[in-house]
């Protein structure tokens, strides 16, 4: 008796059905530098029009993590690739990097093409809010290894930056100022924690509505942070996913500097409020886990503070001053 792949746990014809259906998302994604189609071996993606002298290319990759147990928990996939791209392009424009195209990696146990339809629909929304074109992708059916309805995702983006442009935080120098922009919750970090601290059950997440907060997606900062550095002097610039404040704000800082940051220069929110009371954690390891409010860190001359937070805010970002640059290492946390 013969036994097809179909017999083994991969449906071949479910795979052309699920790349049909997210068709329509990838093309909303794609502009005039987009070189092919989907179907070939490999993404094109022409820069010859970029106006660079000397075109540096930045890239960048990441996931989602666990957060995806809760997109399972309430069958919800429709954002989550919000999240992966978010993660990534985030990453790249930190460097002042514009990002150009996205790439992403889809493996489940057992391929559903409407599910994997909605997971794309996030990827290409996320895209097109950062202003890049979904150039390809790989969807790989691995029976046997997922649980039945679970899968997980990844992706990386590359940008484009003028070599003469790069942000690398060289510049800061004691005294700067650091302002911080509102992150949208959680974002995709800390959810082992989070799993912890509210559930993971549908039951559980059901309460309060908590689970479609956490589910809230990842805040993309693209087209605000390309609009300030075209106008302002940005000396560097933090994401601040895993590892919070403590991990990645002094990750721009050069050798001899450091920072300091008042925890009540900022509303925190409701969520972060909670999150807090709940897991009865000291803000040491709360701003060490969790962004805990602020999405993205950016280092200026304190002479342009005001500017760019007037800016930031005109843009739809809250915008704060909450801490600046000192003499020495790390990050110390003022009440």
Do not use: W
């Not at 795979?15 to 068709?23: D, N, R, S, T």
């Not at 502009?31 to 993606?45: A, I, K, R, W």
């Not at 915008?319 to 600046?324: D, E, H, N, S, V």
Request: glycine share 12%; net charge neutral; with cysteine.
């Amino acid at each position: 008796m013969a036994i097809d792949y179909k017999d083994a746990g991969v449906d071949v014809e479910a795979g052309y059905k699920a790349v049909e259906l997210m068709k329509k998302h990838v093309k909303r994604t794609y502009n005039g530098n987009v070189m092919g189609d989907l179907g070939s071996f490999g993404g094109f993606y022409s820069i010859a029009d970029d106006k660079s002298k000397e075109p540096v290319l930045v890239a960048g990759t990441d996931g989602v993590g666990t957060k995806l147990k809760l997109a399972f928990a309430l069958d919800k996939h429709d954002t989550i690739g919000i999240d992966c791209v978010a993660m990534c392009v985030n990453d790249i424009v930190c460097q002042g990097a514009r990002p150009l195209f996205f790439l992403d990696y889809l493996a489940t146990g057992k391929l559903e093409p409407k599910q994997a339809e909605q997971i794309v629909k996030g990827i290409a929304d996320g895209c097109v809010e950062s202003g890049c074109a979904l150039i390809g992708g790989e969807t790989a059916e691995m029976p046997g290894f997922y649980e039945a309805g679970e899968y997980d995702l990844a992706g990386f983006a590359v940008g484009i930056v003028d070599k003469s442009k790069v942000i690398n935080g060289s510049k800061i120098k004691a005294g700067d100022a650091l302002i911080g922009l509102a992150s949208s919750g959680v974002h995709s970090n800390g959810f082992s924690l989070i799993r912890k601290i509210f559930g993971e059950t549908k039951e559980e997440l059901a309460k309060d509505n908590i689970g479609e907060t956490l589910l809230t997606p990842t805040r993309l900062y693209v087209k605000t942070i390309m609009s300030l550095i075209a106008k302002f002097d940005i000396k560097g610039i933090a994401h601040i996913t895993g590892g919070g404040f403590i991990e990645n704000i002094p990750r721009i800082f050069p050798k001899g500097i450091g920072g300091e940051v008042s925890l009540s220069s900022y509303p925190k929110g409701n969520l972060f409020e909670l999150i807090t009371q709940k897991s009865e954690l000291s803000n040491q390891k709360l701003y060490n886990t969790f962004n805990m409010g602020i999405g993205m860190v950016l280092c200026i001359d304190p002479k342009d503070a005001d500017k760019v937070i007037a800016a930031a805010n005109a843009l739809g970002e809250k915008a704060y001053l909450i801490g600046k640059t000192v003499k020495g290492e790390g990050l110390k946390l003022n009440s």
